[in-house]
C-alpha cells in the first residue's frame, strides 16, 4: 500500500460522516419522543403504508428518523466497502464494519418493535443503547483510521492510566446514558419536578419506580460529573500528546452542559429543546471519550498505533 497517502483515503471521512450522522439521529431521535410524535406512524417499515406519507405534524418527525437512519446504513455500507478496498493489509477494520452493519439491522429491528409494541420500556431503551454501541464503534473506526503521524508518543505508564481512565469514564457515560433512556421511556422524566433538589429534599423518598430510577440518573450524572473532570484535571500534568489533553478538557465542558441541560430539561417542564440536546451532549460525550481512549492507546509506546500507516 505505498503507493498510496493516507490523506488520499476516503474510508476514515466516511468513518467520520458516519459518527456526525449517528449524532444527528440520535438527537432527531430525541426530538421524536420530545415531540410524542413516537407513533405518528403507527405501522412499520411503511408510514400509513406507504413510504412517502404527507411529512406533516408528528409524521414529519418519526419518517424523517426513518429517513435519516436508512440513510446511516447506506452510508455506513459505503465506509464499509471503502474499508475493504483500502485496508487488506488490516482486515480488522472489515471485520468491524461487517458487526457494524449487523448492529445497524438488529438496532432497526427493535426500532421497529418499538413502534409495532406501542413503545415498551425496555424495548425502546434497548434501541437507544444499541444506537449508543454503534456510535461507539463508529468512533473507534474513526479514531483508529485518522491520520495522527504527528503526535508525540506519551510515556508507556501515563498512556496506560490515560486509556484506563477514558475507557472507565466512557463506560460511566454510556451506563447513565442508557439510564437516561429508562427514565424518558417510562415517562419518569418529571417524577422529580424540582432541580437540583428532587421533591424539596436531597434524597427523596424512593416510593416508586420513575422516582428511583429518576433519581439514580440524577445520582450517576454526579459521578459522571467528578470522574470526568478529575480526568480533565489530572490529564493536564500527565506526559500524553497535547491533543489528548484538549480532547478530554472538551468532555469535562460537554459534561457540565449536561447537567445543566438536565436541570434545564426539568424546569422547562421537558421542553423539546434543551431534551433533545440532553440526548445530543450525552452521545457527544461518549464519542468523545471513546476518540480519548484511542488517541491515547495509539500514542502508548509500548503498543503498535492502530492509526499507524505502512508507507
Known amino acids: 500500500m505505498s503507493d498510496i497517502r493516507a490523506g488520499d483515503l476516503l474510508h476514515p471521512r466516511a468513518f467520520k460522516i458516519t459518527v456526525f450522522w449517528t449524532l444527528f439521529l440520535l438527537w432527531l431521535g430525541s426530538v421524536v419522543h ?4 413516537s407513533l405518528a406512524c403507527p405501522d412499520w417499515p411503511t408510514c400509513f403504508g406507504t413510504m412517502v406519507p404527507e411529512m406533516s405534524g408528528g409524521v414529519f418527525w418519526e419518517h424523517l428518523h426513518r429517513l435519516v437512519a436508512g440513510g446511516l446504513v447506506l452510508m455506513f455500507a459505503l465506509a464499509t466497502w471503502l474499508a475493504r478496498r483500502e485496508t487488506r493489509h488490516r482486515p480488522w477494520i472489515f471485520r468491524a464494519c461487517l458487526g457494524g452493519l449487523a448492529l445497524l439491522v438488529i438496532q432497526s429491528v427493535f426500532g421497529g ?3 409495532l409494541y406501542r413503545l415498551p420500556d425496555l424495548v425502546s431503551t434497548t434501541h437507544l443503547a444499541l444506537a449508543l ?3 461507539t464503534l463508529a468512533t473507534v473506526l474513526a479514531s483508529s483510521t485518522a491520520w495522527a503521524g504527528d503526535d508525540e508518543p506519551a510515556s508507556t505508564m501515563a498512556a496506560d492510566r ?5 475507557v472507565f469514564s466512557g463506560v460511566l457515560v454510556f451506563a447513565q446514558s442508557v439510564l437516561g433512556a429508562l427514565v424518558r421511556h417510562m415517562d419518569a422524566g418529571m417524577a422529580c419536578p424540582d432541580a437540583p433538589l428532587c421533591l424539596g429534599r436531597v434524597v427523596p423518598p424512593l416510593v416508586n419506580t420513575p422516582i428511583t430510577v429518576h433519581f439514580l440518573h440524577r445520582v450517576l450524572g454526579i459521578v459522571v460529573l467528578v470522574v470526568v473532570t478529575a480526568f ?3 490529564v493536564r500534568g500527565a506526559d500524553v500528546p497535547a491533543r489528548v489533553r484538549r480532547w478530554t478538557g472538551v468532555a469535562a465542558a460537554l459534561v457540565l452542559v449536561q447537567v445543566l441541560l438536565g436541570f434545564a430539561s426539568v424546569l422547562t417542564v421537558l421542553a423539546v429543546v434543551p431534551v433533545s440536546l440532553h440526548t445530543l451532549v450525552a452521545a457527544s460525550i461518549l464519542a468523545t471519550l471513546v476518540h480519548v481512549a484511542v488517541t491515547t492507546r495509539n500514542a502508548n509506546p509500548a503498543v503498535v498505533p492502530v492509526a499507524a500507516w505502512d508507507d
Not at 420530545?34 to 410524535?37: D, R, Y
Open 232 to 234: 480533565a484535571l489530572w
Open 34 to 37: 420530545a415531540t410524542e410524535s
Open 162 to 166: 490515560a486509556f484506563a481512565f477514558a
Open 133 to 135: 454501541l454503534f456510535l
Open 113 to 115: 418493535l418499538t413502534v
